[in-house]
Nanobody, 114 residues
Framework: QVQLVESGGGLVQPGGSLRLSCSAS????????MSWYRQAPGKERELVAA????????TYADSVKARFTISRDNVKRTVYLQMNSLKPEDTAVYYC???????WGQGTQVTVSS
């Protein structure tokens, strides 16, 4: 029973920051790459960032590369997404996903608005 629970979303002004967390259980967390996706209303779900199992390799969508940082703590079984310099176009539901699996978290809403 894989479980992924996202948290940390909310309402923030443009230029602000949020830190999303994804708490994972039900699988060997340290053996899997993890990723963050987001989906805005009317748009396809898109990959935002991914991180290798040990945290040594990361990848980002071009739109967030200079502003977001993905990290993980394999002891706490948690993956994070630090989001800085947020823009209105970052508004979306953010989802955690285990790479190579079809399991998703419930998502956490991020709204960037003045």
């Amino acid at each position: 029973q894989v479980q992924l629970v996202e948290s940390g979303g909310g309402l923030v002004q443009p230029g602000g920051s949020l830190r999303l967390s994804c708490s994972a259980s039900g699988f060997t967390f340290s053996s899997y790459s993890m990723s963050w996706y987001r989906q805005a209303p009317g748009k396809e779900r898109e990959l935002v960032a991914a991180i290798s199992s040990a945290g040594g390799v990361t990848t980002y969508a071009d739109s967030v590369k200079a502003r977001f940082t993905i990290s993980r703590d394999n002891v706490k079984r948690t993956v994070y997404l630090q989001m800085n310099s947020l823009k209105p176009e970052d508004t979306a539901v953010y989802y955690c996903k285990v790479r190579l699996m079809t399991y998703w978290g419930q998502g956490t809403q991020v709204t960037v608005s003045s």
